[in-house]
């Protein structure tokens, strides 16, 4: 095989969902969009041995058996030499599982045994996830702003404004698991609630939807206020969280809300001018 054959190299970036968070699972529709402010990005060798320079490598090398078995080929035939390399922050509701698993992913299409990558990452970040939506795997894939809906992407987003917005760290990593486990919870108790739940995000979806179509801001900053509201009634807002979003309020914000899973990681707020000057740190979103 020639050489240039013989090695791959990808880079993924990280992802931030404005709203759709969970509901996405069951059916609802989400709105998602590249970060490339944050990458993962891989180097591989093909070799006879395996070698994995990165401190995850035990992740890493269980994910190149889930996709050798969901293949169904041996996994010495992704024997080399992987340099993987990331400044996504994990547990923060950015999407490092997704990248990460993309890039494997494409590994294994770069060699000829795949032909699905979505399908394969998908597989792959159930690992993190349990179940996974696809949603971050798609917006990783195409690394452009998503509307996704029953496990594929119904529309790709074309903003007719790009309003102040930005990201910023709530000081507590975000668990899924626990996040999930909240929701299983909340449904078992009371379903119809949590059906109820699920029914107004979509309607923030929706909000946020025409706002960004119509270059609307009180729509954009109503469906961010609605999705707030349901991360509340899911029980996914902790202290840190609320304090972090009053904070950022307090400074000016007109809405706010947690990114990802909740109980942590990062939150959305939306400003009537530039945040910069309010805010020591924080990812201020560019239009994509």
């Not at 529709?29 to 395996?50: D, Q």
């Not at 990248?99 to 294994?108: H, M, T």
């Not at 404004?161 to 996040?179: D, R, V």
Request: hydrophobic share 40%; charged share 20%.
């Amino acid at each position: 095989m020639e050489q240039s054959k013989l090695t791959f190299t990808n880079t993924s970036h990280a992802k931030w969902i404005l709203c759709g968070e969970h509901s996405v699972v069951r059916g609802g529709k989400a709105i998602v969009f590249p970060l490339r402010n944050l990458r993962n990005t891989v180097n591989f060798c093909k070799k006879e041995t395996l070698i994995i320079e990165n401190d995850s490598q035990n992740e890493i090398f269980e994910l190149l058996k889930i996709g050798a078995k969901y293949l169904n080929i041996p996994i010495s035939e992704l024997y080399g030499q992987f340099d993987i390399s990331s400044d996504i922050p994990i547990k923060a509701g950015l999407g490092s599982s997704a990248a990460l698993c993309v890039n494997i992913a494409k590994i294994f299409a770069h060699f000829g045994f795949c032909k699905d990558v979505f399908q394969l990452a998908r597989h792959l970040e159930n690992k993190f996830h349990k179940k996974s939506s696809g949603l971050d795997i798609a917006v990783c894939l195409f690394d452009r702003p998503i509307i996704f809906r029953d496990g594929k992407v119904v529309e790709f987003l074309e903003p007719a404004f790009w309003p102040y917005m930005a990201l910023t760290y709530s000081g507590k990593t975000s668990s899924t698991s626990m996040c999930i486990q909240q929701l299983q919870k909340l449904f078992n108790e009371n379903e119809k609630h949590a059906l109820e739940l699920d029914s107004l995000m979509n309607n923030a979806v929706n909000l946020c939807e025409k706002g960004f179509k119509k270059a609307n801001f009180n729509l954009l900053k109503d469906g961010i206020k609605l999705s707030k509201k349901v991360f509340t009634e899911w029980g996914l807002c902790n202290d840190e969280l609320n304090i972090h979003m009053q904070n950022l309020i307090d400074k000016g914000a007109v809405a706010v809300k947690p990114v990802g899973s909740g109980l942590g990681g990062y939150v959305l707020s939306l400003w009537e001018e530039n945040p910069n000057k309010y805010l020591d740190i924080c990812l201020t979103l560019q239009k994509p």
